[in-house]
């Protein structure tokens, strides 16, 4: 069975292919294949793992979250390290992740 590792390192070359495709089929268009993303950190446990990685911007880390299933890992959650508690420290009143340090874009708790 596939590590935790090896499911993002797989999904992170996907990714890539992916943009780099778009971007060939819509020259000019939003699509922009960046340099790969390098793993910095895997927690991996029974039924779940987290997996960090550089991140697409420069400075803002990305978070996967996995859980394991029969077939091997899916994807449950891509979250994004707080900008605003990266540089003053982690503030349980913060309005982007409530002092847990990751925020899943879009969602609002």
Same mark, same amino acid.
């Given at each position: %069975?596939?590590?935790?590792?090896?499911?993002?390192?797989?999904?992170?070359?996907?990714? %890539?292919?992916?943009?780099?495709?778009?971007?060939?089929?819509?020259? +000019? +268009?939003?699509?922009?294949?960046?340099?790969?993303?390098?793993?910095?950190?895997? /927690?991996?446990?029974?039924?779940?793992? &987290?997996?960090?990685?550089?991140?697409?911007?420069? +400075?803002?880390?990305?978070?996967?979250?996995?859980?394991?299933?029969?077939?091997?890992?899916?994807?449950?959650?891509?979250? $994004?390290?707080? /900008?605003?508690?990266?540089?003053? +420290?982690?503030?349980?009143?913060?309005?982007?992740?409530?002092?847990?340090? $990751? &925020?899943?874009?879009?969602?609002?708790?």
């Amino acid at each position: %069975m596939q590590t935790a590792r090896e499911f993002v390192e797989n999904y992170l070359r996907n990714e %890539m292919r992916f943009l780099e495709a778009a971007a060939i089929a819509f020259p +000019g +268009g939003p699509f922009e294949a960046g340099p790969m993303q390098d793993i910095l950190d895997v /927690s991996e446990f029974e039924r779940r793992a &987290f997996v960090v990685v550089s991140g697409a911007v420069e +400075g803002c880390r990305t978070r996967y979250a996995l859980r394991r299933r029969s077939y091997g890992w899916a994807l449950d959650d891509v979250q $994004w390290q707080c /900008s605003l508690c990266r540089r003053h +420290g982690r503030r349980k009143k913060c309005q982007l992740c409530q002092g847990k340090g $990751w &925020f899943s874009p879009g969602v609002r708790e």
